[in-house]
């Protein structure tokens, strides 16, 4: 039930762009998007709740594609606090669990 | 800006003994979940709670864990006997509205337990 998270780490520079994959075995009804830096809580950045929808967090933004299971998670003119650690998750109806992904380490250099 | 508490961040502790963590979720959220997260990886979850009901435990090691919320407000989480294997970050969430599907969740700090 695990998603898949490619590539796991990736290092940029300042203003530089990334893209994260989340990839299920398993119909996604739903995909959550969450960061994590070293020592910290998640923190929640968005959700798509359909298939198509697209939605933009400043210069971060997301897809998600229900037909193949999959998601994006697009990084634009990343900045030094874009570094940490990207968790794509899924709950499969009623909700009872909770899936995050393999993760992704972003670190963004000066 | 309302924030999900949990108490002590750090625990070290003796394998064999006792050991117990405390949440507090954002004000309004009947949803609470604890999640476990071992160094470099994703959080999995033990528990789920709607108000004082769990709603799914099927992923607590039940044989040594256990997660009660008796007003359905504050959560405790206890780990009896605290094996080397438990040494992990212990996270707390709640959220608004009750199932995972459609709803975000928000994370305390957490707890790093330590067993030594």
């Known amino acids: 039930q695990q998603p898949v998270q490619s590539p796991q780490a990736v290092i940029l520079r300042e203003g530089e762009d990334a ?3 989340c990839s299920s075995s398993k119909a996604l009804y739903s995909v959550h998007w969450y960061r994590q830096k070293h020592g910290e809580a998640p923190v929640f950045l968005m959700i798509l709740l359909k298939g198509g929808e697209q939605k933009g967090h400043e210069k971060i933004s997301a897809s998600f594609n229900e037909k193949k299971q999959q998601s994006s998670l697009y990084l634009t003119a990343s900045q030094l606090s874009y ?8 709950s499969p109806p009623p909700g009872n ?7 992704t380490s972003l670190t963004v250099i000066p | ?3 999900v508490a949990q108490s002590p961040r750090y625990k070290i502790t003796e394998k064999s003994q006792a050991v117990a963590f405390w949440c507090d979720p954002i004000s309004g959220h009947a949803t609470l979940y604890w999640y476990r997260q071992i160094l470099g990886q994703g959080p999995e979850l033990l528990v789920q709670f709607q108000d004082e009901s769990v709603v799914d435990d099927s992923q607590l090691p039940k044989d ?3 997660a009660e919320r008796l007003k359905g407000v504050d959560s405790t989480l206890k780990i009896q006997p605290a094996e080397l294997g438990d040494s992990a970050m212990y996270l707390c969430a709640s959220s608004l509205a009750p199932g995972l599907t459609y709803n975000e969740q928000f994370f305390g700090p957490g707890t790093r337990l330590t067993v030594l």
């Not at chain 1, 570094?83 to 899924?90: E, H, I, L, V």
């Not at chain 1, 669990?97 to 993760?103: A, K, L, P, R, S």
């Open chain 1, 97 to 103: 669990q909770f899936y995050f992904g393999t993760g």
């Open chain 1, 19 to 21: 893209v994260i994959n």
């Open chain 2, 1 to 3: 800006e309302a924030e």
């Open chain 2, 64 to 66: 040594r864990f256990s």
């Open chain 1, 83 to 90: 570094s940490g650690t990207y968790f794509c998750g899924t």
